[in-house]
């Protein structure tokens, strides 16, 4: 008889004041990389916390809750968060979106960062191409784009260029046919039935 699958218990959610939240010594995260605090404390201000921290309850030596919650994953946009109260921009109280994770689980507060840290995927080229072109149509300019993605003007000119490539050879790059190299090369000409004419003749070399 075929065994019955496990049912899977998410963690709760819950909104816990600002000034209740604490930065856990288990967050993996050490080393500052990609977008600052500074940058990501203006993209929250301007747009709101976009993703929830992930959060457990800090208990006393008798193992009693003491009321505060530590962060183990979510670190930066605490510090973002911490950066903007710090400013008298976000008050100390105002409620947080956590999720709140088992203190009495098998699970260490280790892996939940490092989980988080490491499951992330970093955007597709052509993905970017098209977010670009969808800002770009709504009016933004480069840096305009640049300044609100978090990337330089010169990705944004880069990645907008695609648009002059044949759809055929995107689709062939978005299954990994070929190389952004190759992809970018095809933007000198915008002649698209050339653009698959010459491909066809190299691709397999």
């Not at 019955?4 to 963690?11: D, E, G, R």
């Not at 940058?39 to 747009?47: F, G, K, N, Y």
């Not at 992930?54 to 605490?78: C, H, M, N, W, Y």
Request: proline residues 4%; glycine residues 4%; contains cysteine.
């Amino acid at each position: 008889m075929a065994q019955a699958a496990q049912k899977i218990a998410l963690s709760s959610s819950r909104d816990i004041p600002f000034d209740k939240l604490v930065l856990s010594q288990s967050n993996v995260r050490r080393i500052k990389a990609g977008v600052s605090v500074e940058e990501l404390a203006e993209d929250i201000a301007r747009r709101g916390l976009l993703q929830g921290l992930s959060v457990q309850p800090v208990l006393d030596a008798d193992s009693v809750e003491t009321g505060k919650f530590e962060i183990p994953a979510g670190g930066r946009r605490f510090q973002a968060l911490s950066l903007l109260a710090k400013q008298k921009r976000l008050a100390k109280t105002t409620p947080v979106p956590c999720v709140l994770r088992d203190v009495t689980s098998d699970i260490l507060a280790e892996d939940d960062s490092l989980a988080e840290t490491m499951q992330r995927v970093a955007l597709h080229p052509l993905d970017q191409f098209r977010a670009f072109a969808a800002l770009r149509e709504k009016g933004l300019g480069e840096e305009a784009i640049a300044a609100a993605l978090f990337v330089t003007p010169q990705i944004v000119k880069q990645r907008l260029k695609v648009a002059s490539v044949a759809p055929a050879l995107l689709d062939v790059y978005a299954e990994d046919g070929m190389t952004l190299e190759q992809l970018m090369a095809f933007t000198v000409n915008p002649d698209h039935a050339r653009q698959v004419q010459v491909w066809e003749a190299v691709k397999n070399f």
